[in-house]
């Protein structure tokens, strides 16, 4: 499996392409579409170049999906991608998350854990709730988590 236009597209938006090396909400040289492997401060890129980072990092996360022997649906494994381009493959293989998938429990007791991760430097942060909630809705291929008016993460 491989994750779908809509998957990629969905990464993107919540990455937003940069063309020049900059410092994320921790402090990690990132560019083009979060890609921070080699970054260093002052490095520029092309956008073929952006593209081509941004296939390198989602290609180990598809294989590392594809050999854990689940059948996921495509809004699934485009929800796991996002998940894991954002937090890392470390963070997925010690989350209560994937041992929830490896369980098979039921996709809100999932996405539950899911939304949980949205600090960044031990700091929650807005951007990341919003991302965590539309990450379960693409889960469950239905609305149900949102971010409220003063930031909290609910269920409809």
Request: glycine residues 10%.
């Amino acid at each position: 499996m491989e994750i779908s236009q809509t998957g990629i597209d969905f990464i993107k938006k919540f990455e937003v392409l940069k063309l020049y090396a900059y410092r994320d909400s921790v402090g990690v040289p990132t560019i083009g579409y979060g890609h921070t492997k080699g970054v260093y401060m002052g490095m520029a890129i092309t956008q073929k170049q952006a593209e081509d980072l941004f296939q390198e990092d989602v290609t180990p996360i598809e294989k590392m999906l594809n050999g854990m022997g689940i059948n996921f649906r495509q809004g699934q494994f485009d929800a796991l991608c996002s998940w894991i381009f954002n937090l890392g493959q470390g963070k997925f293989n010690s989350s209560t998350m994937k041992r929830s998938i490896v369980a098979k429990k039921a996709d809100m007791d999932i996405t539950d854990q899911m939304v949980k991760w949205y600090y960044a430097g031990g700091k929650p942060l807005l951007g990341l709730k919003r991302r965590r909630c539309a990450e379960a809705n693409m889960w469950l291929g239905r609305e149900v988590y949102y971010v409220d008016a003063k930031g909290k993460i609910c269920k409809r």
